[in-house]
């Protein structure tokens, strides 16, 4: 069995072509945190998440000296020993582990020459995207936005609002839905704007009168009484989940009703969103997983409870490393289809990334 023999993180700020709004938020870069591990017959694996001003290059590097010079076949024995021998540091250490499991096993697929969908079991071999659009919106472009993307082919549409300004979102919301031909349908997300269930309502009855298909993060995660209380009084469902790292988290969100998100990068690499999946199959919830369509687009061909994957669309600018990559999606009338390169599909080009390094570590054995 091959060994760890070579692991290389990075913390990397990526300037945007154009800056975006988000709510009152300008946002003109996006901080990563990127691996690349090398096996000891010389596969390469790659994984990268959000830094969300957290310590995440720290995190990855401590995690990262659990791996080095271990099997590659070890993947579960190590995502453990990467947390450490005692509960306290587990929760943020979940984070760092997870970007070192992604690229391991990203690794260990290219050396067995399999994509990672096929290895664990194909379902389909193309699957829906559901674009995000929501920077700096108005109603005029959210109508535009969104008949341009229902035009190529997608289906389901992710538009972020600003959660405050009800009588924005609402123009914005119904110049949305109006735009869509029947068959295409919008989510919205409030990224924990509301703190009671009454503030949420308003928007939550637009969206269930317009035919939303969801609304997404009306709370914090950890609000699982909140959210399921919520829940009980919609006739849309709530999607959650996106920052949750442990399967008790996963299993009451899974439990308080709704449309689970995982986020790989976060939940405990591979491993662990494949178990956040069979969490959400067991309550019979679907999963829609969070941005980084390449990663998540492998489980949802494996497995068919994951209804699409998000994507922030290249032409927007706003998700940046998609430039890095050295082979892009390939997306087809809305759908991702299946790569047939061994992997995940998350190799970047590492040299032209250099000049964007804010810190780098290097472990070598």
Known sequence: MTKIAHIEARSVRIPLVRPVMLGTMTIAQRDYVIVRLTLSDGSQGYAYGYDRGLPLFELVVKAAQSYLGESSGDRNRLRKLALGPTPAPRAAMTRGMSLCDIALWDAWCVSIGQPLWRVLGAVRDRVPVMPVIGYGMTPDKAASEGADLAARGFRTIKCMIDGHDFAADKAVIEALAGALPADTRFGIDAHWSWSSIDQALPWCRLAEKLQGVFVEDPFAPTQVHAIAALSSRLDIPIAVG????????????????????????????????????????????????????????????????????????????????????????????????????????????????????IREAILSL
């Open 242 to 357: 996106e920052d949750v790292i442990d399967l008790a988290g996963i299993r009451g969100l899974a439990e308080a009703g709704g449309i689970l998100r995982i986020d790989a990068s976060v939940s405990g690499g591979i491993t662990g969103a494949i178990e956040a999946i069979a969490v959400a199959r067991a309550f019979d919830r679907p999963v829609i997983p969070h941005v980084f369509a390449a990663l998540h687009a492998q489980f949802a061909l494996a497995f068919d409870n994951v209804r699409c994957v998000e994507m922030i669309m290249p032409e927007l600018g706003a998700d940046p490393i998609d430039q890095f990559f050295t082979a892009p999606a390939d997306i087809k009338g809305g759908d991702l289809i299946a790569p047939e390169s061994p992997g995940i599909g998350l190799a970047l080009d590492w040299e032209r990334l250099t000049p964007y390094i």
